[in-house]
């Protein structure tokens, strides 16, 4: 898509930004130390305290991926600006997402990415469920998108965006994370918090990406308004990857290999939460 209608940006969270309000994702990072097996450090050391090449650290563990936006949404207005009730006010079903200057798109990147992560927490022994299954589709709601996380029970929740800032200076990734409204994501917004650092961190590790130079502090953001988040009540994090808009980044997301190093720092960044 083209130029966004103002009605659809209207929706958006980040209105004068990009992806608007409802969210662009990311993913965090923290890779090699995570998959410790000291199974080939030392074939002299005492074989009891390896853990066996197998093992599968999220053994158990249930997680929810939302990749933002669809691939088909731009053709749908009239279903994705639907309005639908996010607690703290009305907003639209979804939104089309941004794109990068040369058309790669966000439901594009976001789909990419969060297949990628899903094999990667597999291969670690989670459950992952992905809250679309396809790019060229519509939606779902962001309130089914958060019922999702909710009916699976997941141990952790993660939308996957990216923002597009037009202002081509306006680089890095931000987190944005819930905040008590009074509602049922009041009991989980502590551990949400809690998600929304260890992914933070690391992504910052795992990407390179620095924190986002126009929104939140320490690439970190509170809000009230973002539907996916209102409606949780699993922890759950809304994850900007960074500003399509900028070249820079537009470059990175645009190749499938910093989309895999991308995939693996979220996937750490899970990790790293689900174990503390
Ligand atoms: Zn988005």
Known sequence: MRALPASVLAVCGLIASACGGTGSGGAAAGQAALTTTQAQASPS?????????????????????????????????????????????????????????????????????????KRILERRGATVKLTRNSNNGVGPCITERAAIGNRAKADAAISVHADGSNNARHRGFHVILPEKINGPVDKVVGASGKLGIAVRDAYRKGTGIPYSNYIGKNALDYRSDIGGL????VPKVLFESGNMRNPDEAAKFQSPQFRQKIALALANGLQHYLEA
């Open 230 to 233: 209102n409606l949780s009540t």
């Open 45 to 117: 050391s005492a074989p009891a305290r390896e853990a066996p090449p197998d093992a599968k650290p999220l053994d158990g563990k249930v997680i929810v991926i939302d990749p933002g936006h669809n691939g088909a949404n731009y053709r749908h207005p009239a279903e994705i600006n639907r309005k639908v009730n996010v607690l703290t006010q009305w907003k639209a079903c979804d939104t089309t997402g941004t794109q990068t200057r040369s058309g790669y798109t966000e439901a594009a990147f976001t789909w990419d990415v969060s297949q990628r992560m």
